[in-house]
Nanobody, 127 residues
Framework: VQLQASGGGLVQAGGSLRLSCAASGRTFSSYAMGWFRQAPGKERDFVAAINWSGGSTYYADSVKGRFTISRDNAKNTVYLQMNSLKPEDTAVYYC?????????????????????WGQGTLVTVSS
């Protein structure tokens, strides 16, 4: 599967952005999906994840209550709605796909769980 992330940009603190990740292939609905982010000079960190059905979601503590992950299997797309953005949210955001389809809380944040990665989209939050 190929993943294409989009929707990044420059926004002021307190603002909102919605990222999209479009997937190719007919098996998208069977994949669990995740969002990660990488700030300059830092490791790639987990942001949010969603199981194949959309029935289970997981979030990093740093974004809980501000970000929402969702998916539209008919459109082969996963979204990340980001509200109340902070300067520390500035990073390149990556979407990823897990072919097993089902993530657990203990595994959702592990990069090794994911089989496919998109190219990233830059989010810059100004203070």
């Amino acid at each position: 599967v190929q993943l294409q992330a989009s929707g990044g940009g420059l926004v002021q603190a307190g603002g909102s952005l919605r990222l999209s990740c479009a997937a190719s292939g007919r098996t998208f609905s069977s994949y669990a999906m995740g969002w990660f982010r990488q700030a300059p000079g830092k490791e790639r960190d987990f942001v949010a994840a969603i199981n194949w059905s959309g029935g289970s979601t997981y979030y990093a503590d740093s974004v809980k209550g501000r970000f929402t992950i969702s998916r539209d299997n008919a459109k082969n797309t996963v979204y990340l709605q980001m509200n109340s953005l902070k300067p520390e949210d500035t990073a390149v955001y990556y979407c990823a796909a897990d072919s097993y389809g089902v993530l657990e809380k203990r595994t959702a944040g592990k990069r090794d769980e994911y089989d496919y990665w998109g190219q990233g989209t830059l989010v810059t939050v100004s203070s």
